[in-house]
Every structure is written in structure tokens, then in C-alpha cells.
């Protein structure tokens, strides 16, 4: 098994522990905004993974590319488990989060109503609102954005962690 494989499977498996713990501690954690704290736990298996690959080699260089793969290998590997961990708990674990995810929602929703706009427009994009599936999807356009931000910080991780030949 690659070291890449090895830490994204760590950083998946420790990054749905901490989502566990939020869980237990309190649900309302996971709507927050505190679930984003487990892409701390992703991005330091990348730059364990990439400090792993750059110490394997003989001559410890390691050029932006060379660091790129196992970063985002790494990232791509944690970012599955934790994506099919938040799946399995709110759609089979706890059901009852995706009512706290719609009620969330409709919240912030009409928080940022604007000033400008008609009460009977509002109210009707509200009642469409509330009609929409509020949980977590496994194919969705949030989803490939936090792959592309995987990626931006895998290119980062890779961007730091290079060491490049001497031209002596």
C-alpha cells in the first residue's frame, strides 16, 4: 500500500471521528459550520503523505509534480470516507438531522431575504424552497467544488513541501 493510500485512509478515518464527536456533543455542531474543521484533519495527512514521499527518496528532492500526486491521492482518498460517513449518518444514522439541516436552512434563507423584494414573491420562493431535498448528496455540485479546493490545496501542500535539485 502507498503511504498516499495509508494517509488518506488515517486522515478519512480520523476526520469522521472527529465528525463523531461533534455528533455526540452536540448535532447542531454539524450545521454550524464545525464540520469544516475536519479538512485540518485532511490537509495534515497531505503534508504528512508528501513529507513521507520527499523523506523515501534517496536525495530528499522532490519537484512540485513529483509532490502533487500523493497530496491530492491523499486528499482524494480521506475526502471519500468522510463524504460517505456524513451520507451514512444523515441519511441512515440520524434522519432526524436532515429536518435540522432544513430548518437551518430555511433560517439562513430568510435571513438574507432582500430588503427590496415583495412579500408574496418572497413567500413564494419560500414554499419552493422549503419543497427542495435538504441533505447530503453523493453526487453533487458541492461536491466537486470541495474536490477542486482539494485539489488548490493539495497543489499548496505540494508548493511547500517541494525540494527542488541544486543547479550547481
Known sequence: MKKSQLYGLLGGFISS?????????DKNYLLEGYEKLSWLVIWAACFV???QERSAKEDQFIGFYEALRPAFQTFVYAYVIKTIFIYLLFVYIDPDLLELSKQKAI???IEHKPAEEPQEIFNGRLEAYKKEYFGPRLFDLGIMLEVILGFVL???TAFLMRRD???Y
Open 49 to 51: 503523505a508528501v513529507a
Open 165 to 167: 535539485r541544486p543547479d
Open 107 to 109: 433560517e439562513i434563507f
Open 154 to 156: 493539495s497543489a499548496i
Open 17 to 25: 471521528a472527529a465528525l463523531a464527536v461533534l455528533y455526540v456533543t
